[in-house]
Structures are given as structure tokens and as C-alpha cells.
Nanobody
Framework: QVQLVESGGGLVQAGGSLRLSCAAS????????MGWFRQAPGKEREFVAA????????YYVDSVKGRFTISRDSAKNTVALQMNSLKPEDTAVYYC?????????????????????WGQGTQVTVSS
């Protein structure tokens, strides 16, 4: 049974930092590109960041470039999202997702429909 479990969310003041972590189990982690998405109240789910199987290719939505960093640790089967200089508009439930890509170590996608597995989400609240 595949499980993605996010942790690290919480309440932080604007300008602060949080580090989200997602622990994957029940899958061969090295075969999956990974992504982070978020959903704010009353809004649609939004892509945040993605990382390829190799970890060498990353991509970010413009609104978080320079502030967020995605990384993966294949030894621990985890993917992290370091979030710095947080803003109130970053408030959302953050989800990690796994995209099965056995034939490409460099591929990643921003399209949520391409991801095979999702975590339950972790709440991030940024106060002004």
C-alpha cells in the first residue's frame, strides 16, 4: 500500500520559514518524480514545485521562486520543501504527490492529473 505522509506544517509569521517533509512508503521511490501542490480555501489546487527522479531537475511556480526549495533524499525516501520568506498568500494545505516515471530520470510535470499518488496534506498558515 502506497503512502505519502506530509509533516512540518504549522503557524508562522510573515517572513518566517517552515520545512515540509513527505515520507513515501510502499513504492520504489527512485522511480517517481515528486511534486508539491497547495490549496487555499475557496481556491483550486495549485502547483508549487516539482523534482525529477534524479533530483537534478527542479521547477517552481513563479510566486515561490527564490523563496522555496524542493529536494529529495533517496536513501530516506523523502521529499522536502524548504519555505523561506513566507507570505500570508502562502497560506494553504500543502500536498506532496508522486508521479511514476520509470523511463526518465529527468522528467517532471506541473500537471496534477499526471500524479499517481497523493498525501493527506499539511496545513501552513502565515500570519501578517
Amino acid at each position: 500500500q502506497v503512502q505519502l505522509v506530509e509533516s512540518g506544517g504549522g503557524l508562522v509569521q510573515a517572513g518566517g520559514s517552515l520545512r515540509l517533509s513527505c515520507a513515501a512508503s510502499g513504492l520504489t521511490f527512485s522511480n517517481y518524480a515528486m511534486g508539491w501542490f497547495r490549496q487555499a480555501p475557496g481556491k483550486e489546487r495549485e502547483f508549487v514545485a516539482a523534482i525529477s527522479r534524479s533530483g537534478l531537475s527542479t521547477y517552481y511556480v513563479d510566486s515561490v521562486k527564490g523563496r522555496f526549495t524542493i529536494s529529495r533524499d533517496s536513501a530516506k525516501n523523502t521529499v522536502a520543501l524548504q519555505m523561506n520568506s513566507l507570505k500570508p498568500e502562502d497560506t494553504a494545505v500543502y500536498y506532496c504527490a508522486a508521479d511514476f516515471q520509470p523511463s526518465s530520470r529527468s522528467y517532471y510535470t506541473t500537471r496534477g492529473t499526471e500524479y499517481n499518488y497523493w498525501g493527506q496534506g499539511t496545513q501552513v498558515t502565515v500570519s501578517s
